[in-house]
């Protein structure tokens, strides 16, 4: 995952210390880790991986990387592209360098490897020294973050929202969990609250496995890839991201004296609810979370909007109603808003704010994508 003002990017598996430094010391912008030693190699999205633009950590055992190699090649990335292979339990000894076409005939015999890929990307990202104000929580920044950087973007992370959880509605979820079978449908719209009901789970001793006998439906490809990954299986995610578009979908489906299960933040707007209310099905909403002001870094923003960056991201309401708050009046609306779809960008025009760039694709890679073509345009003045 993606690394920024010297924190330690996210990694699945168990890296070491001098392995981490190691890393950290050759891509100190950061990289993308995946780790193969928990997913099936023919599960992964090679061409998505392939396309990312950014130094890769592949953590993979032996039986794993001859088609671990072949797939990188064969969705193509250039068989010369220059990579490391290197063992987790030892130093700098244990590297072999080479290319993605010799590597493997050049390993020694060790169960499992961490194999660093090292496109040459360092002058083609599209957003190149343009400067990004990223506002999401801390938990959720990284993704957003990665994508930016990978396009060589210098990325300010502000933080305007953290999660609260409400212990009180936390109980109602956990006995909606023990009741599940009394459900048609769970209705998840944010990656948050797939996060706090995966938690749930492993401290009931439970797994996705627990809603098989019904139907998941996630508003973004985020929202469902994040349950996809955790071992669950999606039966609906609506064609435009957002809630009208989700109760469109819904509708097509008999909803009469069906039970939903409905957990998210406080706050949401109503409209989902109130369709399939309409749709005669019976609704439990949870309000399982609030999305409030970080309340701190207050003088980080005032540096930050010191170095004159280009954009400011949004990525939903609250954090534009919280950043708001947070950044008070200093001179924020002078920079270039960037928001991932038309109810984001309401919210900025409720603070007098014209977004600048709206994402065609209500989607984290939409965002981005979006902010590249303007960026683009502009280049070609």
């Known amino acids: 995952m993606s690394r920024h003002g010297g924190k330690p990017p996210r990694i699945y598996g168990h890296m070491n210390e001098d392995t981490l430094q190691w890393i950290n010391q050759i891509h100190p912008r950061g990289f993308y880790c995946l780790d193969l ?21 592949l953590e993979v055992r032996q039986t794993q990387l001859q088609e671990a190699l072949t797939r990188l090649i064969g969705n193509g990335m250039p068989a010369s592209t220059r990579c490391t292979i290197r063992d987790p339990a030892a130093g700098t000894e244990s590297q072999i360098t080479g290319t993605l076409g010799d590597i493997a005939l050049r390993t020694r015999d060790r169960s499992e490897m961490y194999l660093l890929i090292e496109p040459d990307i360092r002058e ?71 996060d706090i009901l995966n938690q749930l789970l492993q401290d009931s001793g439970r797994d996705w496995t627990h809603f098989s006998g019904l139907q998941i439906g996630c508003i973004g490809a985020s929202t469902a890839g994040k349950v996809r990954e955790l071992g669950g299986t999606v039966a609906l995610v609506p064609p435009r991201f957002q809630a009208e578009s989700f109760a469109e979908e819904l509708a097509k489906f008999d909803l009469r004296e069906k039970q939903v299960l409905l957990p998210r933040a406080a706050g949401s707007r109503q409209i989902l609810p109130e369709e399939l209310s309409r749709c005669g099905a019976g609704v439990h909403e949870i309000h399982i979370y609030r999305a409030e002001s970080a309340g701190a870094g207050r003088e980080r923003l005032k540096t930050i909007l010191e170095q004159a960056p280009d954009f400011i991201t949004f990525t939903s309401s609250s954090t534009v109603r919280n950043f708001a708050e947070l950044a008070g009046d200093l001179p924020w609306r002078k920079i270039k808003a960037a928001c991932i779809g038309p109810i984001t960008a309401t919210t900025l025009r409720e603070f007098e704010v014209e977004p600048v760039v709206e994402a065609r694709e209500f989607t984290i890679s939409g965002l981005v994508q979006a902010l590249c073509e303007s960026v683009d345009a502009q280049k070609n003045k």
């Open 37 to 57: 030693t928990r997913i099936p190699v023919s599960e992964v999205h090679w061409e998505s991986v392939v396309n990312l633009n950014a130094p890769l950590l």
């Open 124 to 194: 083609t990202g599209r957003l190149k020294d343009v400067r990004v104000v990223v506002t999401r929580s801390k938990s959720q920044a990284g993704d957003l973050t990665r994508l930016l950087e990978a396009e060589a973007a210098l990325v300010f992370e502000i933080p305007a929202i953290e999660i609260v959880l409400y212990s009180e509605q936390i109980l109602q979820m956990r006995n909606a969990l023990d009741r599940i079978a009394e459900y048609s449908w769970l209705l998840l719209t944010s990656v948050n609250t797939v």
